[in-house]
């Protein structure tokens, strides 16, 4: 039985896990990394090869707020970084839309009789609102009327989270769509339309999206192999392949002892340290910890939404210029569609091969997620030839990326657990740290993610938890604003839907 004595254990090799072994390792201390994937680091923010071909799991455009977060990336990716522009669309009734919208484009689209319905649905919500606002359908009904709320509001968003909008609650729509009315959005529209916009679109202006955005020119997964080799070219170990069975901690020593299982053969490593930073889901760190902590009916309450993403690979020069397209169209269970040339051309090996991905959201064990690889492949190419993007005879491969708990799931009563959780942890165990996503059960990017491993990084070097890092989180503007160079969001929660209360 094979075993390490170091200063730090790491679960997990996501943008925490790794930023947190980067840095440590820059400090001089002694790391192993447990990672249950026996081939990438990177979690959700991998890059997925396959003949060549590389997928991006979700999409991960570099920028963030944080010229800290923003100086680590140069750092450890000096020179692999390209300049893309950024391009989605709304894909609705056969036709494409900008986004942000463009408003003769838009009316031009939808034709002068669901224009007219449009203004009308309007007319009537303003004139008569829904008196009893509960659900994330009423809150948007009354803003924009329920023909615009059909179109470009509801069938995408029930795809994502997975229930119905008039189950979610309207205090996530009035976060997440807070500063838009029908007004600024049809006098952008016009001004864009007629080219008076001519501003630099920065990404700092409410509810508006970055023209322009860094990326690895190979996938966002080259980041986080980089921060890997760094940190085993530092003398450090990151174990592939390797889950966590148990955690331990030794009072009297003031140590931890940690049993990884390797997946191929079952074999186990005896890990012991001073202290342990988590980045699996709390879930399953809770399980883990022996004598199990009296909160763990906590945290196995906490769910998660899943995710996977179906690649084809397609006998055409290109298909769209678009870095993503929502698909709003409740004839498909497909999501959102990327083009993974237009995130950098070295990411498609093939000119005369596409290579887009169907991003689809389910929960693990559904239907979706148990299907075979084939018959996903399958649905994938019937989806495109039903949308028209694609005829179904020139899809010439495929590839299935499945990726279990993309989404933690902000029901009612999820923070009162994860505080509570939180709680009994840090009291019991000092040296035992939280960090990212998962580990926190808080909806971040990556770069969240990263501050987060950073902080903690600081607190053990303190010997102290100078820094909380549960204050590090974003808005819900955030993924949609950001210019280099300006400091962290902090104290506030991005908006993700939450169930309607019993007594509403």
């Avoid at 799991?57 to 990336?73: D, M, T």
């Avoid at 999206?209 to 997964?221: A, I, T, V």
């Avoid at 889950?243 to 901690?249: F, K």
């Avoid at 607190?459 to 549960?470: C, E, M, P, S, T």
Wanted: contains cysteine; neutral net charge.
């Amino acid at each position: 039985m094979a075993s390490d004595n170091v200063d730090v254990a790491i679960v997990g090799a996501g943008p925490a896990g790794l930023t947190a072994a980067y840095l440590l390792t820059k400090a001089g201390l002694s790391v192993t990394v447990i990672e249950q994937d026996p081939r990438y680091v990177g979690g959700i923010s991998r890059t997925v090869e396959q003949d060549g071909f590389r997928f991006d799991i979700g999409g991960h455009r570099f920028f963030s707020k944080s010229q800290e977060v923003v100086a680590l990336w140069n750092e450890i990716l000096p020179d692999d970084f390209i300049d893309r522009p950024r391009m989605s669309r709304i894909f609705y009734g056969g036709k494409f839309y900008s986004y942000p919208l463009r408003a003769f484009e838009a009316l031009g689209n939808l034709g002068l009789v669901t224009s007219a319905l449009c203004m009308a649905s309007y007319a009537k919500a303003k004139l008569f609102p829904r008196r009893k606002v509960a659900s994330f359908e009423d809150w948007v009904v009354n803003q924009f009327g329920h023909k615009l709320y059909s179109i470009f509001f509801k069938t995408y968003t029930e795809k994502v989270w997975g229930m119905p909008c008039d189950t979610m609650s309207a205090d996530w729509a009035a976060q997440r769509i807070k500063g838009l009315s029908l007004g600024a959005a049809v006098l952008d529209g016009l001004k864009r339309s007629l080219g008076l916009n001519r501003k630099p679109n920065d990404g700092m202006a409410a509810k508006t999206l970055l023209e322009s955005f860094r990326y690895p020119r190979k996938g966002p997964g080259m980041m986080w192999e980089a921060a890997r080799d760094h940190v085993v070219a530092g003398g450090n170990t990151v174990l592939m392949g390797h889950a966590l069975r148990t955690l331990e901690h030794d009072v009297a020593a003031d140590r931890w002892r940690m049993v990884a299982t390797d997946r191929a053969d079952d074999s186990t490593r005896i890990i012991t340290a001073r202290h342990v930073i988590s980045s699996a889901p709390l879930r399953e760190l809770a399980s883990r910890i022996h004598p199990l902590p009296a909160t763990l009916p906590d945290a196995s309450a906490l769910r998660y939404r899943d995710f996977l993403t179906v690649a084809l690979m397609i006998r055409s020069s290109d298909l769209f210029p678009d870095n993503w397209i929502y698909i709003h169209d409740n004839r498909v269970k497909v999501g959102r569609v990327q083009n993974f040339r237009s995130w950098s051309p070295e990411m498609v090996p093939d000119p005369a091969i596409a290579c887009v991905g169907l991003e689809y959201f389910c929960f693990e064990g559904d239907g979706l997620w148990a299907s075979s690889d084939d018959d996903l492949i399958a649905q994938a190419t019937r989806e495109l030839a039903t949308l028209k993007l694609v005829d179904a005879k020139d899809v010439v491969g495929g590839a299935v990326v499945r990726q279990p708990k993309a989404y933690p799931v902000y029901d009612e009563g999820y923070a009162d657990r994860v505080e509570a959780l939180r709680t009994e942890l840090e009291t019991r165990f000092p040296t035992l740290h939280m960090v990212g996503r998962n580990g926190m059960h808080r909806y971040n990017n990556q770069d969240h993610a990263m501050m987060t491993a950073m902080l903690t990084v600081r607190n053990i070097l303190a010997g102290a938890r100078i820094h909380d890092v549960w204050q590090v989180n974003e808005d819900a503007e955030y993924h949609e604003a950001g210019r280099e160079g300006e400091q962290a969001a902090l104290a506030s929660v991005r908006a993700v839907p939450t169930a309607i209360r019993a007594a509403a």
